[in-house]
T-cell receptor
């Protein structure tokens, strides 16, 4: 069974601060996705990383996939109250070169950014 | 808007009852996934269908069943409902092929069992 450990579980910071969320596993994933979810709504896909060592930037958000494709991080620069939400990482399994798309989700990080 | 639709938005029912949740995937997506999200369990994968066929199964109870129809919409049937089944149920869809298999989630159905 593949597991994804996310840390920290909770993060409460002031507007303007930087933060990093980590997603770790002992398993290798073919790709890893990050989602953001607001209360009562569905998760929204932020980014997909596929190649080991890959770095993707989305405005103030920087996503990195570990070289061994077992871990990932999300870094937010100068956090804003609008960044508040639940951040989820999800890994797609390596399965003989094809993937049926079953994702393993981390438990999530609840981020609160205070004005 | 992800392009995935789910109905109903809210559902309130009693223990022992049976309900059906409906999902329409994004146009062109062949795969549909069902997830359950509760406060203490996080987002739990239930089942996946690809082009009408069951493709992967997760932590789905025997009281729950699903199917995907020829027009690719899917239904999740929950029967003999218990209080612990109260949760948000999400449907997601993907193109169903390739390494990335990006999934796009619907707005969810909030089920309350009283």
């Amino acid at each position: 069974t593949q597991l994804l450990e996310q840390s920290p579980q909770f993060l409460s910071i002031q507007e303007g601060e930087n933060l990093t969320v980590y997603c770790n596993s002992s398993s290798v994933f073919s790709s890893l996705q990050w989602y953001r979810q607001e209360p009562g709504e569905g998760p929204v896909l932020l980014v997909t990383v596929v190649t080991g060592g890959e770095v993707k930037k989305l405005k103030r958000l920087t996503f990195q996939f570990g070289d061994a494709r077992k871990d990932s991080s999300l870094h937010i620069t100068a956090a804003q109250p609008g960044d508040t939400g639940l951040y989820l990482c999800a890994g797609a399994p390596v399965a003989g070169g094809t993937s049926y798309g079953k994702l393993t989700f981390g438990q999530g990080t609840i981020l609160t950014v205070h004005p | 808007d992800s392009g995935v639709t789910q109905t109903p938005k809210h559902l309130i029912t009693a223990t022992g009852q049976r309900v059906t949740l409906r999902c329409s995937p994004r146009s062109g997506d062949l795969s549909v996934y069902w997830y359950q999200q509760s406060l203490d369990q996080g987002l739990q994968f239930l089942i996946q269908y690809y082009n009408g066929e069951e493709r992967a199964k997760g932590n789905i109870l025997e009281r729950f069943s699903a199917q995907q129809f020829p027009d690719l919409h899917s239904e999740l049937n929950l029967s003999s409902l218990e209080l612990g089944d109260s949760a948000l149920y999400f449907c997601a869809s993907s193109a169903g092929s390739g390494r990335a298999n990006e999934q796009f989630f619907g707005p969810g159905t909030r089920l309350t069992v009283l």
